[in-house]
């Protein structure tokens, strides 16, 4: 591990931060419930989108008992399009945690944080160092970028052993300055910096002591993860209504997409399809008899999942009344139906199933 001296490389990153000011609204507030919302919605989301994001959920769920007194329908509808929804499940158990056994407060020390629902290492980390100033090392993937290469690093990313050797080389700063500057700076210099694919070496105020820039191992550090393997799975999705009526499911919480709305779903092995099949599943599923029903396909859609690639296929399928379902489905109002958290995937066709009915 090349060694460039704390205290040295601390000073220097905090003179760049000088000049630095990101315009983000999350930056201006030391709140922890704000910033516990920013830090999971920036987990799996780019800035640029989240800060869209961040805002509307603060306007809706403004303090943890305002989120704690949500229905979680609401929740994962504000959710609706930011993906890897299990943050906002967790974001909503959590908040009733809190609202029952903290006065509707984030605790200031690191083990109840912890003991959290989707609160990790980074994120409490994080809270501590800029909400309370505590000395934290707030630990993201930009972080992890930058101590790597300037220092290099070649642990595997996710491993403790990772994780203390790049504590040991921030830690030793908070000696010195503000762990939630000192934080903030590091993670600007990730973003805006030391990027990922074309960091900008040249302009770098570390490149002639960075281990990996001296060492021409930029594109090595930090270590890669094995690239997943993604599997392909088939959804056929029907959109059954009447002249009032659609056909709707909340997915139940062993697959994807937990707790969302969607369409009735026949999952195949591939993406060959029977519709003439499909149609006497369907009714057998959700008690309905008719016959002479015809599918009309009206979408085509793909989402990339960390771990699956999902081939959809929307049909439409009317029925001229509705009179009774099978459970787990249940009838909704046409004119409300856009009320629902829909997965990405079916979302646009929200947008546009009136057209076709």
């Known amino acids: 591990m090349h060694d460039i001296g704390i205290a040295h490389w601390a000073d220097d990153l905090m003179h760049w931060a000088e000049d630095i000011d990101r315009d983000l609204p999350w930056k201006s507030t030391t709140d922890p419930y704000k910033i516990w919302i920013s830090e999971i919605i920036l987990q799996q989301?780019?800035?640029?989108?989240?800060?869209?994001?961040?805002?509307?959920?603060?306007?809706?769920f403004p303090t943890i008992e305002a989120l704690a007194n949500a229905e979680i329908q609401k929740v994962l509808k504000v959710w609706q399009g930011l993906g890897y929804y299990s943050r906002a499940r967790h974001l909503h158990k959590a908040s009733i945690f809190l609202r029952d056994n903290f006065n509707s407060k984030l605790p200031s020390n690191y083990t109840s944080l912890r003991s959290l629902p989707g609160i990790g290492d980074y994120t409490a980390g994080a809270i501590l160092s800029f909400a309370f100033d505590l000395p934290f090392p707030a630990i993201d993937?930009?972080?992890i970028r930058f101590i790597?290469?300037?220092?290099?690093i070649f642990n595997h990313p996710s491993s403790k052993q990772n994780l203390e050797a790049l504590k040991s080389k921030i830690i030793p700063g908070f000696d010195t300055f503000r762990p939630s500057l000192?934080?903030?700076?590091?993670?600007?210099?990730?973003?805006?910096?030391?990027?990922?694919?074309?960091?900008?070496?040249?302009?770098?105020?570390?490149?002639?002591?960075c281990y990996a820039y001296t060492h021409e191992a930029v594109a090595e550090l930090p270590v890669k993860k094995k690239k997943i393997v993604k599997r392909s799975r088939y959804?056929?999705?029907?959109?059954?209504?009447?002249?009032k009526n659609v056909v709707l499911n909340h997915r139940d919480n062993t697959d994807i997409w937990r707790g969302l709305t969607e369409f009735p779903l026949i999952e195949t092995e591939d993406d060959l399809f029977d519709s003439t099949e499909a149609i006497k599943i369907i009714n057998e599923k959700m008690g309905i008899h008719h016959l002479n029903i015809t599918?009309?396909?009206i979408e085509?859609?793909?989402?990339?999942l960390t771990h699956q690639i999902i081939h959809g296929k929307i049909y439409h399928m009317y029925v001229k009344k509705i009179i009774k379902i099978k459970e787990p489905y249940f009838?909704?109002?046409?004119?409300?139906v856009s009320t629902f958290a829909f997965p990405k995937i079916l979302t646009d066709c929200i947008h546009l199933w009136v057209d076709v009915v």
């Open 300 to 304: 085509s859609k793909r989402q990339l």
């Open 331 to 336: 009838l909704a109002d046409r004119q409300k």
């Open 45 to 60: 989301t780019q800035v640029s989108q989240g800060k869209a994001y961040y805002l509307n959920f603060i306007q809706e």
């Open 235 to 243: 959804f056929h999705y029907f959109m059954i209504t009447d002249d």
């Open 295 to 297: 599918l009309k396909q």
């Open 182 to 209: 000192l934080n903030q700076a590091l993670i600007d210099f990730g973003a805006l910096m030391c990027t990922p694919s074309t960091p900008k070496c040249s302009e770098c105020p570390f490149n002639q002591r």
């Open 141 to 143: 993937s930009n972080v």
């Open 148 to 152: 790597s290469r300037l220092f290099g």
